[in-house]
C-alpha cells in the first residue's frame, strides 16, 4: 500500500534548496515512475519537494559552444526544441522514442538520468552527447560529466541535499548522428538494446566514429575500439563483418523478461553494422 505523501512545491531554486537541507525529502518533478519505486521499495519516503515550478530548471538555452538543458525539461519539450534538435540531434530523436505521448509529455530527463537504467533512452542519448550534469546545492554547484556521474542501476553520484539542475551539451559536429532504439513493440516498451552511433565520412572513409550502446551492461557502454580498429578505412563488407566481432566482446548483456544475452550480443552488433553502412553512404 503506498503510504500518505507529503509534497512541498517551492518556485525558486532557493527554496528547494533550502527544504533539501533541512528536511528529509527527495526531488520530484514529472513522476512517472513514483508509484512503481513505492511499491516496488526501491525507494521509501514520504516527503517529496517537486520542482516542475522553478524556471531555471526549464530552461532551454543556447551557450554558444554547448547548449543548457534543464533537468525539468520533458521529454515533449526536448524532441520539439528546436536548438536541441539542430545541435543535440541525438538527445532530440532519443526523446521521441520514449514511451508514450502521454508519459513524454510529464517524463524529465532529469529523473531519467538519475533513475540510472542502463536502458534510460534519455541517459544513453545524453552519453552519446558527451553532456555535463550541472548539480546545484546549498554550498554551491559542481559539474561531473554524465559518463561518470552513473556509478551502477538505480545509483548516482548526486549526494543528499543536491540536485540536478541540468546539463551542459556541447554542441555537434559530427556529419552523420544516429540514436536507435530495440524494443518488444514499437512503444510503451523498454529498451532491449538502444544506442547512439556518430561519426564523419568522406568518400566511404569513416572517422570520429562514436559508439555508446544502452541495456548491455550495468550502465551504457562506450565502444571507443570501434575507431581505433577501422577509424580511417574504407568501410568494406569485411570491417562490416569486424564490427560486429568488436561489438558483442565490448558488451556484457543480462538474460531477463525482454531479452537473452545472446540476442542482446547479436542485436547490438547488427544495429551498429546498420548505422554505420548507413554514414558511409550505403557501401558494404
Partial sequence: MIPRLNIAIPETMDGALEILKTQNSLPLCGGTDLVVLLRSRRIAADDFVCIDRIPELKAIEDMGDSIFVGAAC???EIEKNELIR???PLLASAAGMVASPPIRNRATIGGNVQNA???GDGLVALYGEKAVVVIESHCGSRVVPVRDFVIQPGKTKLKK????????IPKKSNVYNRFFKVG???ALAISVVNGCVSATCEEG?????????GAVGPKPICITELNEQIGGKCYTAEIDEMVQAIVERSISPIDDVRASSEYRRYIAGISVRRAL???????R
Fill in 117 to 119: 537504467s542502463p536502458a
Fill in 161 to 168: 541535499e543536491e540536485l540536478i539542475k541540468g546539463f551542459t
Fill in 86 to 88: 539542430n545541435t543535440a
Fill in 184 to 186: 518488444r513493440r514499437n
Fill in 205 to 213: 572513409v569513416l572517422s570520429n566514429i562514436e559508439v555508446v550502446l
Fill in 277 to 283: 553502412r548507413e554514414a558511409a553512404g550505403g557501401r
Fill in 74 to 76: 520533458t521529454f515533449s
